[in-house]
């Protein structure tokens, strides 16, 4: 399967725990991108980082959000002390140096 | 900031007709438009894209439409098919590759 691998594809958490996304691009994609699903509302951008590069995180919550793509191994959004308002589908997605971003399927977060 | 806008959020068309999907966008640095059609639990694919320096493209029965002056573009589908409906979101992206997204219209084809 060549396509961008996410997981877990469900993770629940309990307030104030944290929560770790991960997200495999395709081969040979060197960008990765973060979104974020609210119930009932588009995909809003949180994140764009190339190997070991933050390029834009202007749609990052400050607190408790970070991300990171090591230069070895996935791409890792992390929050911390989850709240209810966490719930979310998030998407990964990845691109060459072009345009064209490929999603992945996805990690749903449910926070009790 | 909304930079990208989908007006509509839902549509309904009947099957063989032409389904015409909209997106409004603000950001005159945008070059390059793209549409995704996402299915529930899945995550958003590719469907068709647009450069800035044309104004139509089209595959099979997908074309889209870009009106720069009106800062404008359009999806058509025709002929509609019940196995299109999904949630379709359309993209922009400027020189520095971040995309922004609208926020989706749900389609759906009755048969």
């Known amino acids: 399967n060549a396509g961008v691998m996410q997981n877990p594809r469900h993770l629940v958490r309990r307030r104030g725990q944290e929560a770790r996304l991960r997200c495999s691009p395709m081969k040979g994609h060197s960008h990765v991108y973060w979104y974020r699903q609210l119930p009932e509302e588009g995909l809003k951008f949180m994140v764009y980082l190339q190997k070991e590069n933050i390029i834009d995180e202007s749609g990052m919550p400050k607190e408790r959000f970070s991300a990171e793509f090591p230069k070895e191994g996935p791409s890792i959004l992390r929050i911390q002390q989850v709240v209810r308002g966490d719930s979310a589908a998030y998407f990964c997605?990845?691109?060459?140096?072009?345009?064209?971003?490929?999603f992945g399927p996805g990690t749903r977060l449910t926070v009790t | 900031d909304q930079q990208v806008k989908q007006n509509s959020p839902s549509l309904s068309v009947q099957e063989g007709r032409i389904s015409i999907l909209n997106c409004d966008y603000t950001?005159?640095?945008?070059?390059?438009f793209l549409w995704y059609k996402k299915y529930p639990a899945e995550g958003p694919t590719f469907l068709i894209s647009?450069?800035?320096?044309?104004d139509k493209n089209e595959d099979g029965r997908f074309t889209v439409f870009l009106n720069k002056s009106a800062k404008h573009l359009s999806l058509h589908i025709v002929p509609s098919q019940p196995g299109d409906s999904a949630v379709y979101f359309c993209?922009?992206?400027?020189?520095?590759?971040?995309?922004?997204f609208g926020a989706g219209t749900r389609l759906t084809v009755k048969p």
């Open positions: 950001n005159s640095m945008f070059d390059y």
């Open positions: 993209a922009a992206s400027a020189d520095n590759n971040d995309m922004r």
């Open positions: 647009i450069s800035s320096i044309k």
């Open positions: 997605a990845s691109s060459r140096s072009n345009y064209e971003q490929y």
